[in-house]
């Protein structure tokens, strides 16, 4: 009998989640995941010191194959799926499972069409209303109808932007149990990437510094990947770290370790400490009206996120308010190939 109470003891605790035997209202044994979440004197004791949910003590009572979704047991909000099985005529099998990663999951998904929505409805009411003013037989004199068509154009081309994102995080994170493998030298990438921001780099009246380690290894990736990521560092750069009358942005490339780190750094208004974890969530923004103003979509470091996450690379945000910004990615070295850009 010995025996069977410790093959008993040992199924329950090789089963992961939080597991209880109840019997005539008594907890009769837990494994370590219950013992950790409801308290290690709960056995030999009244379920109710266990679990003081009432839906789930109702539950439980009945044995008869109950599943409910609850929320408070163990701590006040998170939230549980609850399954009682009967092991025999007197004891019962409860098992909760964990739906937070899933309750999470719903959440980002939810919240995540809704600003995708608010995204593209704001340009499309615009475009709507300015084509309907001209589709009407109202005179409109040239200056006007050229800022509505100028206007309506401009708001496409927002749609666009928003719209060709959300298709590069589609596909980035379908590739992303794929390993890249490309090697690919991070200083030419970057000279690329400079070229692609030459237009926003006049606008902007700024200069940009780069600092490239002689003989630096290639690292392993996907080659238009990684010039999205740098591209979009570069962007973001200019368009939120390049205030006052002298724009510099510095550009460093480095081996550090067994990696290569590509590092961008503004000297603009800064971030403020609160915002920068939440930087890499779809749609967020810092100052909402500048970033619209400036032609970004909000999704810019989303994909960063994703990109790095793809390489098994790190990635850091660093930020002082009224010194600037400093972007670092650390990228694996690939130490079996010789240097060399792969051109798309």
Known sequence: MADVTALAAAILDAIEEPALIVRANRTLAANRAALALLGSAIVGRDLRFAIRHPLALDSIASASGAEIDVVGIGSADRPWHLSARALTDDSILVRLSDRSQLVAAERMRTDFVANASHELRTPLATIIGYAETLAEDAPLDEATR????????????????????LMSLSRIEADRFRAPRDSIDLGELVEIAIDHAAPLLDRRQCEIVRLVEPDMPPVRGDFGQLLQLADNLLSNALRYGSAGDECRI?????????????IVRDHGDGIAAEHIPRLTERFYRVNSARSRDSGGTGLGLAIVKHIVERHRGLFEIRSTLGKGTEVTVWLPIDEGSAAGVIKP
């Open 250 to 262: 510095e550009v460093e490339v480095r081996r550090d370790g067994a990696r290569g780190a590509l």
């Open 146 to 165: 050229s800022h509505f068509g100028e206007t309506i154009c401009g708001e496409a081309r927002r749609m666009l932007r928003i719209v060709e994102d």
